[in-house]
T-cell receptor, first 115, second 113 residues
Framework: GAGVSQSPSNKVTEKGKDVELRCDPI?????LYWYRQRLGQGLEFLIY????????KSGLPSDRFSAERTGGSVSTLTIQRTQQEDSAVYLC?????????????FGDGTRLSIL | AQSVTQLDSQVPVFEEAPVELRCNYS??????LFWYVQYPNQGLQLLLK??????LVKGINGFEAEFNKSQTSFHLRKPSVHISDTAEYFC???????????FGAGTRLTVKP
């Protein structure tokens, strides 16, 4: 079956512009995660959605970052007024129901470059 | 909250040599442990996981890891590496009953001919 799908795969934009990154999780997975991976660094947790519960936004670095998940499936991560430090690979992952013993299934990421 | 330390940012080895990638974690409760691999321009793929039971866990591509509770470690090993094992490897830990998975900074394994 299809895995986690992210789009676009690459995004280049000018500083100050807004960007939207999309994640389509594995069908039936209720848990969805967004991470940021800066060059040469590990994964930085951003936000977590589980079913209809309120999302865990504790990892969002500033109020320029927001995310939504409509219909419990597709998620969009929005970065407003982008800055150069936002340049990174943004990874999305999903798991069946978010239990801590379940591995996460990752998309290939969106490589965001801010000029 | 739990945390993960990967002691080596880069590990260069020759083909067919053994390799060990080190991972230590800290947590106040019992944990689940994972190793993921990331090939260039791809997302992370699960290599193996420790949930309970036997402390020696075997994963895909000939990798294995051993959970050592007293040393709070979960080192990844392979007895003989291939060029195709060149990738970034991430150790991750999640507290039991907690949805928060934390990842290490990664170890770049480079296998040379």
């Amino acid at each position: 079956g299809a895995g986690v799908s992210q789009s676009p795969s690459n995004k280049v934009t000018e500083k100050g512009k807004d960007v939207e990154l999309r994640c389509d999780p594995i069908s039936g997975h209720t848990a969805l995660y967004w991470y940021r991976q800066r060059l040469g660094q590990g994964l930085e947790f951003l936000i977590y959605f589980q079913g209809n519960s309120a999302p865990d936004k504790s990892g969002l670095p500033s109020d320029r970052f927001s995310a939504e998940r409509t219909g419990g499936s597709v998620s969009t991560l929005t970065i407003q007024r982008t800055q150069q430090e936002d340049s990174a690979v943004y990874l999305c992952a999903s798991s069946p129901d978010g239990d801590s013993n379940q591995p996460q299934h990752f998309g290939d990421g969106t490589r965001l470059s801010i000029l | 909250a739990q945390s993960v330390t990967q002691l080596d940012s880069q590990v260069p080895v020759f083909e067919e040599a053994p390799v060990e990638l080190r991972c230590n974690y800290s947590s106040s409760v019992s944990v689940y442990l994972f190793w993921y691999v990331q090939y260039p321009n791809q997302g992370l793929q699960l290599l193996l996981k420790y949930l309970s039971g036997s402390t020696l866990v075997k994963g895909i591509n000939g990798f294995e890891a051993e959970f050592n509770k007293s040393q709070t470690s979960f080192h990844l090993r392979k007895p003989s590496v291939h060029i195709s094992d060149t990738a970034e490897y991430f150790c991750a830990v999640s507290d039991r009953g907690n949805n928060d998975m934390r990842f290490g900074a990664g170890t770049r394994l480079t296998v040379k001919p």
